[in-house]
């Protein structure tokens, strides 16, 4: 039987106050999360991408090239721009994965964790677990196949940045699904969407020529979904649709990371 994405819709708030462990070293330094209020979407905290973003690695070739390129060669120089990645272990929700370490965690946010690059602040991660309450779920494949979920991932992320303002228009189409069984033998539904954003400089004007409608954004989301505990786990990755190519292997290895794992009773 296929169950829709609109089932996890109202995530359970998380407890007075969680303790998770982040994996640094032979040592666990844990983080200490407060709730917040939470806001309507998990990008409300974020700016709108500028369209003179730069890539990650662009930048750091920048920073690399005016503080330490004039006292070594370049081959020292480009190699440190190699992203490491930190664990992130949630034993009380089910779920692991990895992250650039450079990230900052980002409270307040309607996820139930959520990490943001420092640099080009549309890029981020969070995960969403659904209610055990509200729904059941055996596995993946009770969203049906992965063109079927990747609908309801769409129309979920639609829902989420429906705007009240006159004028905006949303442009989504999804780009590619696929199934994949990772190495803790469950299955993982992977999905790419795209959708850009458009509005009017002049949505009041009475002449449709005074109304010039210009592009606001333009970003593709990632999602890998996951059963465990019979709950629904979905990571999310947005990223600009204009660094996405630069930034596509860091994000293809935080996607292959995520697992979900049987909660301890």
Not at 201 to 218: G, H, T, Y
Not at 236 to 260: A, C, G, I, T
Request: hydrophobic share 35%; charged share 25%; proline share 6%.
């Amino acid at each position: 039987m296929t169950v829709t994405m609109a089932n996890r819709i109202g995530f359970r708030p998380p407890p007075a106050t969680v303790i998770r462990p982040h994996i640094l070293s032979s040592t666990p330094v844990h983080t200490r999360v407060t709730p917040t209020t939470p806001c309507s979407t998990i990008s409300c905290n974020l700016q709108s991408t500028k369209a003179f973003a730069v890539p990650r690695r662009s930048l750091m070739t920048l920073i690399l090239t005016s503080s330490i390129f004039s006292q070594t060669d370049a081959k020292t120089a480009f190699a440190q721009q190699s992203v490491e990645f930190r664990e992130f272990i949630d034993t009380f929700d089910g779920y692991s994965f990895n992250y650039p370490v450079n990230w900052i965690q980002v409270k307040g946010a309607n996820a139930d964790i959520f990490f943001r690059d420092p640099f080009i602040l549309d890029e981020n991660v969070s995960v969403e677990v659904s209610s055990p309450s509200s729904s059941k779920y055996l596995s993946v494949e009770d969203l049906g196949p992965p063109e079927e979920a990747a609908k309801s991932v769409l129309r979920q992320y639609l829902t989420e940045f429906m705007s009240t303002r006159l004028g905006v228009k949303r442009e989504a189409s999804i780009l590619s699904t696929s199934s994949r069984v990772a190495d803790d033998g469950k299955m993982y539904y992977e999905i790419q969407v795209n959708i850009k954003s458009y509005a009017s400089n002049n949505e009041l004007a009475v002449m449709p020529e005074d109304r010039v409608v210009r592009k606001e954004w333009d970003r593709r989301y990632l999602s890998v979904l996951g059963v465990e505990n019979n709950q629904l786990y979905e990571l999310r990755l947005q990223v600009p649709e204009n660094v996405f190519l630069e930034e596509e292997n860091d994000l293809r290895k935080v996607m292959n990371s995520f697992r979900v794992n049987k909660i301890s009773v």
